[in-house]
């Protein structure tokens, strides 16, 4: 399609995903809402515009929280205006600026991405025996085992059983007594069953009387519809609890099923699923391991590009060392010292692999990370943030610039100068970092062009 259509061909992949996503997130706040409000008998059939209709409500219903969430961070002015048509308007700066660019520079990342593992000469090559073994580490496996209650077969084939069950039921999605679920999966040869009773209640969405029902021990957050990855939401509990018996009513639906199972494995292995979002210690532990893992790896990848650039480069480095002189531990570690080919400049760099914002509201918790600010919790105790913690021990090396020398032999004090380098796009790339002293936001592919 690029071949056909150029550029096109980016831009309707884009505004067809977008159109996708709306509707699975309208489609899963209507069912959210429903297990709660709708009545558990009679009913009337709803005709497609009342679909239609209602989707848009939910749409305009995530949209406002997610607005609400902007206005708490003070990225938008609290001002709202009524078109002489009747809309409410409000300020769309962040989304013009920093959500869409970012998700269409993600999105073109992943056309070129695909258009280049394309095989087109050797369509018919048979995989290796091994491909893909060396993701499933022991480690892994407990950590899955651990938080399902069942094999990790059983829980990456459950989708696909449910889905053969629908197919029999001539149903895209049916309600089923939670043990007569378990019974029927038990009764078939194709899917090892131990443990399926812990797995189905795990993936259970429990039901509430009404909405505004917060159960003892969550919060509010836990079913605020604007956030993702909630721990009481479709994405990470798919079977939809339809009463309160101990034998729940659920409704099945294996494409609701087959989503959350990919995205709990995949935020499992990445490590971009973490605390609240899983409920064992074992899949938590996994999880901050390896997000903690990548997040070396890719401090390993930036100090590897600046290498390759021809500059002298060091990483996880404390400043102690750097200095050559005891330092508050509290400032931290350096992830990557890197010294310009002129050896004048030494580049203090954050490299942070952080996770693409997908929404307002994680934009404006990544910016409460990222503003070079204090932090004051209730009790009046101030913590820098993480803006504010690289900054500082950028200051710091400046102000001691003369110890510099020694180990990293240079002939004079050098320039320091502060750097975050980032993966994917990030607000800070956007606006608000540039303004900060040594708080430049770079992405990783824009490295080479970057004036060392």
């Known amino acids: 399609m690029r071949a056909i259509r150029g550029m096109a061909a980016d831009s309707s992949a884009f505004k067809r995903q977008n159109a996708m996503n709306g509707i699975q997130r309208a489609a899963k706040t209507v069912c959210e809402i429903a297990a709660c409000e709708a009545a558990s008998t009679g009913g009337l059939v709803p005709h497609q515009e009342d679909l239609d209709e209602l989707f848009a409500l939910a749409i305009l219903l995530v949209s406002t929280g997610q607005h609400f969430a902007l206005l708490s961070a003070g990225l938008h002015e609290p001002t709202l205006r009524i078109s002489p048509a009747g809309d409410l308007l409000s300020d769309q700066s962040v989304q013009t600026n920093v959500l869409r660019p970012s998700a269409e520079l993600v999105n073109r990342r992943l056309l070129d991405e695909a258009a280049e593992s394309y095989e087109r000469r050797r369509p018919h090559e ?46 895209g999605a049916f309600p089923i ?78 494409g609701l099923v087959a989503d959350a199972c990919m995205y709990s494995l995949i935020g499992l292995k990445e490590g971009t699923l973490n605390n609240a979002y899983w409920i064992s210690d074992e899949a938590r532990a996994f999880a901050g391991a390896q997000g903690h893992t990548m997040g070396e790896e890719f401090e390993d990848d930036v100090g590897e590009r600046l290498r390759k650039l021809g500059l002298q480069t060091w990483t996880r480095r404390a400043l102690s060392w750097a200095l050559n002189m005891k330092v508050d531990p509290s400032f931290g570690n350096i992830d990557v010292l890197a010294v310009s080919h002129d050896k004048r400049r030494l580049l203090v760099i954050e490299a942070k692999n952080l996770r693409l914002c997908r929404t307002e509201t994680e934009i404006a918790s990544r910016m409460s990370e990222y503003r070079g600010r ?50 994917a796009p990030q607000p800070m790339n956007f606006f608000a970092a540039d303004q900060l002293p040594d708080g430049q936001a770079l992405m990783l592919d824009a490295i080479a062009q970057f004036q060392f």
Not at 130 to 156: C, H, K, M
Not at 396 to 413: G, I, K, Q, V
């Open 177 to 254: 007594r939670r043990d007569e679920l378990a019974e029927a999966l038990k009764a078939r040869d194709d899917f090892p069953s131990a443990g399926i009773e812990a797995l189905l209640q795990r993936l259970t969405l429990p039901h509430r009387p009404n909405w505004v029902d917060i159960p003892k021990g969550r919060s509010e957050a836990d079913f605020n519809l604007s956030r993702f990855d909630r721990p009481y939401s479709l994405i990470n509990r798919p079977l939809i609890a339809l009463d309160d018996d101990v034998n729940p009513l659920v409704l099945v639906a294996p």
């Open 374 to 423: 204090v932090h004051r919790d209730k009790k009046g105790r101030e913590t820098p943030d993480k803006m504010l913690r690289h900054i500082r021990r950028v200051e710091f090396m400046r102000a001691h610039a003369s110890r510099l020398c020694s180990r990293l032999e240079f002939d004079a004090p050098p320039e320091v100068k502060g750097l975050l380098v980032v993966d």
């Open 126 to 171: 048979e995989p290796q025996a091994n491909a893909g073994l060396s993701a499933w580490s022991p480690d892994l496996r407990a950590a899955i085992e651990a938080e399902y209650q069942t094999s990790v077969d059983a829980f990456i084939n459950l989708q696909y059983v449910l889905a053969r069950l629908a197919e029999a039921r001539r149903e």
